[in-house]
């Protein structure tokens, strides 16, 4: 089985930074995309952004400029730098993760618990 574990969330105020960080652990053979989601009350969740495991990178509008995404493939971990925080940013953020965990087995999308994050003004 596989397990994706967030850390790092919290409160911050207006104009701070948080980093999150996953780790994926359990029965891996290969990691494709990892990236994070952010669910705010009220509203469908949506991607924030995405790495592929050659590290190309994908970003929500909004967050461009301001967030970055990177991991760490030797520990199968992923990071979000998230700086110049706004009130707009509170939600629980997600984990997600394209995982084999077999040779010639297919991909299977994992996901986190969620973390919150939440920015005062």
């Known amino acids: 089985q596989v397990q994706l574990v967030e850390s790092g969330g919290g409160l911050v105020q207006t104009g701070g930074s948080l980093r999150l960080s996953c780790a994926a652990s359990g029965t891996i053979f290969s990691i494709n995309r990892m990236g994070w989601y952010r669910q705010a009350p009220g509203k469908q969740r949506e991607l924030v952004a995405t790495?592929?495991?050659?590290?190309?990178?994908n970003y929500q509008y909004s967050v461009k400029g301001r967030y970055t995404i990177s991991r760490d493939n030797a520990k199968n971990t992923v990071y979000l730098q998230m700086n110049s925080l706004k009130p707009e940013d509170t939600a629980v953020y997600y984990c997600?993760?394209?995982?084999?965990?077999?040779?010639?087995?297919?991909?299977?999308?994992?996901w986190g618990q969620g973390t919150q994050v939440t920015v005062s003004s």
């Open positions: 997600n993760a394209l995982i084999r965990t077999a040779w010639g087995g297919p991909m299977n999308n994992f």
């Open positions: 790495i592929t495991s050659d590290g190309s990178t």
